[in-house]
């Protein structure tokens, strides 16, 4: 993704969008529902691109709080223009998930969504891959038992890798695609990204369940 630079964005990202960009997560780990003002479910999706997925899922569950995790201020900006700063279930945090810890507390998160993570194609940069163990460790701390984590790429090797990972660590696969698109699972939301790549090959989909 080519990112413009934005003169000043952290600082118009705390002007333009107090309410929708989290200042301090750190200080809401335990409480978000109160932050919120809701017992309503968390779900979280890690690396949003542009906000247009999450901006589909806040429109389909109202009832539902999101929480999209963002390394790159330049696209929390592009998204928070498309929210809107008055939305009442959605919050945006700038970092990287090695901080999921600081953020929430252990069992606060009902679902996560990974949608087409980088991949890291070179052998000695699978660390890094959201789905390398390492992170999977963190998501099982901060998913409530038996919760789900939902992920989307158009790499078949990360798909392999993904699988192979997930279920070696304490994931159970419940629902896979190879085609998502044109699958019974396809809820018609997309990123920016997946409508583009859908129509030049396929998305492979992985639905996973938390193991007690």
Not at 42 to 68: C, S
Not at 74 to 84: L, Q, T, Y
Not at 115 to 138: C, G, I, V, Y
Request: net charge neutral; aromatic share 14%; proline share 3%.
């Amino acid at each position: 993704m080519r990112l413009r630079k934005i003169p000043g964005i952290e600082e118009r990202l705390k002007a333009e969008y107090p309410h929708l960009v989290v200042a301090e997560p750190q200080a809401y780990a335990g409480i978000w529902r109160e932050y919120f003002g809701t017992e309503a479910p968390l779900f979280l999706e890690i690396g949003m691109g542009r906000g247009r997925f999450i901006d589909g899922l806040r429109k389909k569950a109202p009832q539902t709080n999101f929480i999209a995790v963002e390394m790159r201020n330049e696209v929390i900006f592009d998204a928070a223009k498309k929210i809107g700063d008055d939305c009442k279930n959605v919050a945006f945090i700038s970092g990287h998930a090695a901080s999921l810890r600081d953020w929430f507390a252990e069992k606060e998160v009902d679902r996560i969504y990974l949608n087409f993570s980088d991949p890291w194609p070179k052998r000695a940069h699978r660390k890094r891959r959201l789905t390398h163990e390492n992170f999977l460790k963190l998501y099982r701390e901060i998913l409530k038992e038996e919760g789900e984590l939902f992920f989307r790429t158009d790499v078949a090797a990360f798909f392999e890798f993904t699988l192979t990972e997930m279920t070696n660590h304490g994931f159970a696969l419940t629902e896979v695609s190879l085609d998502y698109h044109h699958s019974a699972y396809f809820d018609g939301i997309s990123t920016e990204y997946e409508e583009k790549k859908s129509k030049e090959g396929s998305i492979y989909y992985g639905r996973f369940l938390l193991r007690k």
